[in-house]
């Protein structure tokens, strides 16, 4: 099966992709970006090839995003009603360019045509008209809004306004504002398709009553001017043509001939009576005119058709698309698609201690039975500076040598327990507060337990340093042993 | 989550409990789904983490649970090891020895990655005082025969850096400091780097992976950028027009209609500084509830101590008056070929001069002097009497609201993921925008008064130069990163 024929124009930004651009970043608007990332980078690796520029990735995004090809997509259809829009300004245009040359052309017979009116109209009127759309275009470019501040234009806006809301309305003025370059092609080109028309209607019309009717043209002023003056005028309108089609160029004789002035009904160098001879003569002037129209109404108008057209495709083709949603839409496409994946983590993060009576503190000891010191982890103390703290603090006798557990020779571990085994001896464990307690920690309460009573008292004692946090650590951790035996204490 | 191929690169952090694995995971990867507690042993299970880039996995780092009990550990391999040959073996055993007992428990779990082929990324505090304990748990690494690598974690004084660093080189290839509560984009790209020269032929996927994450820095800056210059222009585009019923209530509803604008101001702000968070992986909305964030600056945005620490200082403000002043004049001098001997040049200084010196008094303004400047009445007899508030006319106002989105920016880039709070905001008393060069000072002004004056329809061009601007700023910026 081969995919419906598109109006999308291959790679190319046109006014359907536009608005269906327009239309997406919408949709996407409220879309989680995580999913955004996922969906457009997917599309991008499928591409054989890199797009070579911003307008063709988009194009092709877009393409992506719209697999079905059956159903027109809302810049097609737009974009469909646009050449409607074009083809029905073409045919009014025409039908007015038809009335104001059937206007201009009027011959009942009482008065010739005057030559003048013809050029006036078909040509001065419209190189002033012409004139101004260039002006308007250029300026346009240094103000781009200035469209906007026409009546029309804050008319349609205030009605979008009561349309679809103020936010909304908004949002779209702001973005239609981003895309001021190109309005101005489009509607400079609609204007040159309107002003084609216009001189098509014009001259078909001219064409049907020269072939139709007997026109007679003249020329007629209030101003001093001499046939030879418009001769010479008449001849340098003609240059462009006055070399390979001499037909059309007025003579001196016909410019004579066929000057007339209404007071008197007649041609300057008639005879009485003599009006029917000059007919042939007053219709010499059509092949002229004719070129007239075709040279300076129509063939401007076609010129800057072409322009318009130019203009507006590379107005497209120029998009930067640098606003923050269109260059968001491009790095999706074009950055890897970075994405941290994990497994579920077990993780105990219940607060410490909670629910658990807090630790007491250690009691005075007896100085009759002598304790055993431990250091946890190797902490830092001089055998004799333990001694006489734990004597000062405690009244307690300290059985030598120190001990250790947790150390890196686990015979120590080992050694300490066969000194244990069967004693009730109390046990004070010097330990660092920033060590904090572990299984470890745990099996050695553990084993102490089971190589003696359970009354025997243990002594948990910090040394100075580490914060409150490592110390409430301790005290949490301690506590979830619940076992009353213990205490906790600061040395 | 699939199991990744063979050949990509693993690495399983090991160390002792509350040590700052999982910190260190979170932060280096940016994952706030990193459980972290003080709770010892609050990683219970090995836990993978996956960086994908376009859905292939580059590499994965594994979060273990803390030795325990490796004095115990060696003390089991060593009864019964042979030779160096046998030690790889020795610690299979261990592992399999003690399967379906409660013995050994974490550490059979932290060592299976490795012995499956992860490399060892051993985490020690850098705070806290080396012992001799840490080599049995050095040594039992060592005799899996992976490559390894150190890492202190300096979060704190780091006092006893150079102790573990002597005693960690004499186990390890590398050895890296590693700030987990404060670390920047830079040093996450040396540690990844780091990382490919652990085993040679895991070079290409680190080397892919740190340029995806080198452009998704990129980007970030660019949306961060963005994000910025979108508020300034919201910011200085608001205007409310409300609608009294006659003249005599505008005295009694004036408070109110100011309050109304200059919160909206600050909804737009607090937005932005929201969306500034997200594009750096917070997740704001599902952090956990008993945690506190602070996203917002405790001063308010019209406060008088805001603008005395934020936006310009009253020196660069009057330097980027008089300057602009001075350069309107120049502009009028060389159009008369410098026939008026540099008059407007000096007129247009003096003039830009007193500026803003009104500029200064304005600074300090309270929110009502700010909007009598922008109220303007348009009386129309059917929809009522007409106020409208706003934009805000302050030539320093965005500058504050930009000095402030910078601090902002700043801690959130600072805020690493496996702090639960975010840093405290600059209360140091300099001005963050004295970093930000003259000539980029002017142009800023320039552009800021450009939208002030098309507050309507703003150019696209001009969005686009405040876009450039602030996105340069941004990236000069990020490069002097504020770590508390």
């Known amino acids: 099966m081969t995919e419906p024929e598109r109006h999308f124009s291959p790679g190319r930004f046109g006014l359907a992709e536009l608005i269906d651009f327009e239309v997406q970043l919408a949709a996407d608007r409220d879309r989680p970006p995580e999913e955004l990332i996922a969906r457009d980078r997917s599309i991008a690796l499928r591409w054989q090839d890199d797009p070579k520029s911003a307008p063709e990735l988009v194009v092709r995004w877009l393409r992506s995003l ?4 059956t159903t027109p997509t809302p810049g097609e259809r737009i974009a469909r009603a646009h050449a409607v829009a074009n083809w029905v300004v073409f045919v009014l245009f025409a039908l007015l360019g038809a009335a104001v040359a059937l206007a201009v052309l009027q011959f009942t017979g009482d008065h010739p045509i005057n030559v003048l009116v013809v050029l006036g109209v078909f040509v001065f009127l419209q190189w002033i008209n012409l004139l101004g759309t260039i002006v308007a275009l250029v300026w346009s470019r240094s103000s781009p809004g200035f469209l906007g501040h026409f009546p029309l234009s804050a008319f349609i806006r205030r009605l979008i306004v009561r349309m679809v809301g103020a936010e909304d309305a908004g949002r779209f003025l702001a973005r239609r504002s981003l895309y001021a370059g190109v309005e101005r092609w489009v509607l400079f080109r609609a204007l040159q398709v309107g002003a084609v028309a216009f001189n098509v209607g014009a001259i078909a019309t001219f064409i049907a009553a020269v072939s139709f009717t007997d026109l007679a043209f003249a020329w007629s002023t209030t101003l001093q001017v001499g046939a030879e003056g418009l001769q010479q005028f008449c001849e340098t309108l003609s240059a462009p043509w006055r070399s390979w089609l001499p037909d059309a160029v007025p003579t001196l004789d016909l410019v004579h001939a066929t000057q007339y002035y209404r007071l008197d009904a007649a041609y300057v160098n008639a005879p009485a009576g003599a009006r029917v001879q000059n007919a042939a003569v007053a219709g010499g002037w059509w092949p002229f005119l004719l070129m007239c129209l075709l040279v300076y109404g129509l063939f401007p108008r076609l010129v800057l058709v072409v322009w318009g057209s130019v203009g507006m495709r590379r107005a497209f083709g120029k998009l930067p698309f640098d606003t923050p949603d269109e260059a968001e839409v491009i790095a999706r496409l074009t950055h890897p698609r970075v994405r941290r994946v994990h497994e579920d983590d077990p993780g105990n993060i219940a607060p410490l201690g909670e629910g658990h009576r807090p630790m007491g503190r250690p009691q005075q000891l007896s100085s009759d039975q002598p304790v055993i010191a431990v250091r946890w982890r190797e902490a830092e103390i001089s055998p004799d500076t333990f001694s006489v703290r734990l004597r000062e603090r ?6 030598l040598p120190i001990a250790s557990a947790g150390g890196h020779d686990h015979s120590e571990d080992e050694a300490l327990l066969r000194r244990l085994e069967g004693g009730e001896q109390p046990v004070l464990v010097l330990a660092e507060p920033w060590n904090a307690p572990d299984r470890a920690f745990k099996r050695f309460v553990r084993t102490l337990r089971a190589t003696g009573p359970p009354t025997r008292k243990i002594y948990v004692l910090l040394t100075a340093g580490g914060d409150e946090e490592q110390r409430d650590i301790w005290a949490g951790y301690l506590a979830e042993l619940a076992d009353p035996y213990i205490a906790l204490d600061a040395l | 989550m699939s199991e990744p191929s063979v050949e990509v690169p693993r690495f399983a952090v090991v160390g002792r409990v509350n040590k700052g694995k999982s910190s260190i995971i979170a932060s280096l990867i940016e994952n706030d789904a990193v459980k972290i507690s003080p709770r010892p042993g609050t990683t219970t299970e090995c836990v993978r983490y996956d960086v994908e880039v376009d859905g292939r996995v580059l590499f ?42 409660e013995d050994f428990v974490e550490e059979r779990r932290l060592l299976q990655p490795i012995l499956e082929g992860a490399a060892i990324l051993y985490v020690v505090n850098g705070d806290e005082p080396y012992r001799k304990n840490y080599e049995t748990e050095m040594e039992v690494l060592r005799y899996t025969g992976q490559p390894a690598m150190a890492l202190i974690n300096r979060s704190g004084t780091g006092e006893h850096i150079e102790d573990w660093r002597r005693a960690l080189d004499q186990y390890f290839k590398l050895v890296r400091l590693f700030d987990a509560h404060g670390v920047t984009w830079e040093e996450r790209r040396k540690l990844l780097e780091a990382f490919a020269t652990l085993q040679p032929s895991w070079e290409r996927s680190i080397v892919e992976a740190v340029d995806a994450l080198r452009a998704q820095e990129e980007h970030r800056r660019y949306q961060v950028a963005n994000i910025i210059s979108d508020m300034l222009v919201d910011a200085l585009t608001l205007h409310l027009t409300f609608v009294l019923p006659d003249e005599r209530a505008l005295p009694h509803e004036k408070a109110r209609l100011e309050r109304e604008f200059h919160d909206k101001l600050r909804n737009i702000e607090k937005k932005a500084h929201r969306k500034i968070a997200t594009v750096y992986l917070h997740r704001l909305d599902d952090w956990s509830p008993e945690t506190e964030i602070e996203l917002e600056s405790h001063d308010d945005l019209f406060a008088k101590e805001t603008w005395d620490v934020m936006g310009l200082s009253p020196r660069a403000l009057l330097t980027l008056t008089t300057l602009t002043g001075a350069a309107a004049g120049g502009a009028v001098d060389a159009a008369v070929g410098f026939a008026s001997v540099f008059a407007g040049t000096v007129l247009g200084g003096l003039g830009g001069l007193g500026v803003g010196i009104y500029e200064l008094t304005r600074r300090f303004a309270s929110a009502s002097n700010v909007t009598d400047q922008a109220i303007s009445a348009m009386k129309n007899p059917k929809d009522g009497y007409r106020v409208r508030v706003g934009p805000h006319p302050s030539l320093n106002f965005p500058f504050v609201l930009l000095a402030r989105a910078l601090d902002h920016f700043d801690r959130i880039q600072a805020w690493a993921h496996a702090k639960k709070e975010l840093p405290a905001p600059n209360e140091t008393g300099t001005q963050i925008l004295e970093q930000v060069d003259a000539s980029m000072r002017r142009r800023l002004g320039k552009a800021f008064s450009k ?8 150019p696209r061009d001009t969005r686009r130069e405040l876009r450039e601007l602030v996105h340069r700023i941004v990236c000069e910026h990020a490069k002097s990163l504020r770590v508390p």
């Open chain 2, 451 to 458: 939208i002030q004056k098309k507050y309507r329809d703003v």
């Open chain 2, 60 to 101: 994965s780092v594994i979060d273990t649970p803390g030795f325990e009990d490796a004095p115990r550990a060696l003390h089991w391999i060593k009864q019964r090891e042979v030779t160096a040959a046998d030690r790889v073996q020795r610690v299979r055993e261990l592992v399999d020895a003690f399967d379906g007992t």
């Open chain 1, 66 to 69: 719209q697999p079905d090809g």
């Open chain 1, 394 to 399: 405690f009244g307690a006798l300290v059985e």
